[in-house]
């Protein structure tokens, strides 16, 4: 069935919409971003050092590598900055307590209330999980 | 080009040959095989906590990974406790200065034979490259 053409053409507007941010909103975004990203690739490398001062034998070394692999690809997944992901970027985060509302401050209020709804979503699904 | 009825018998004669350990060669050839896998292991994981207590940057712990993912197949390879690969395999080791001839004492003369001149080879490739 075609998209009726309204909806497609509402598509659209929502899209450019989604790439539409000021340099200074991007500028809010961008800090708030790498400041998450830095927290968490910091909690990597110090969890890791910890892990493997603790290795004794060689099956531990090889979880090590694993559990780097697993994140690495983790982190590739969750950081991904591009305009129309940011809302789950953020969305995200939030829910993880990764940043809060003040970290996003100065944000046009109808990104803020997607990414809100976003994180709520996130919550509800652990509720259901 | 079909293989000559004799050459044929004389592959399958080695191949036989090659498997035929007595049961003390093989407890001789597996405490060699073991004592350098373990030693091998040990200074990967020494490596690795050295690396790891050294990781500054995100960039550092996936070298870090890399390294280990690396490390991880090589020793694969080459420790490959098969019969038929094992002249191989001490061959390498003896090369390496992993095992000495001392760690092979007990073996049958024409096992350290094919042994010592697997190595020889490496060292000659060795000296080639």
Do not use: C
């Amino acid at each position: 069935m075609p998209i009726p053409f309204s909806s497609a053409v509402a598509a659209n507007h929502h899209q450019e919409e989604e790439l539409r941010w000021s340099k200074s909103k991007r500028a809010i975004a961008r800090r708030a971003f790498d400041h998450a990203l830095n927290q968490e690739l910091q909690e990597v490398i110090q969890q890791a050092k910890q892990m493997a001062a603790e290795v004794k034998a060689p099956y531990e070394l090889w979880e090590l590598e694993h559990h780097l692999t697993q994140r690495r690809k983790e982190i590739d997944r969750k950081y991904e900055y591009r305009g129309s992901r940011l809302r789950y970027v953020f969305g995200s985060l939030l829910h993880e307590g990764r940043l809060t509302e003040h970290d996003l401050r100065g944000l046009h209020e109808d990104k803020l209330e997607a990414i809100r709804s976003y994180a709520d979503f996130l919550a509800k699904v652990d509720v259901d999980a």
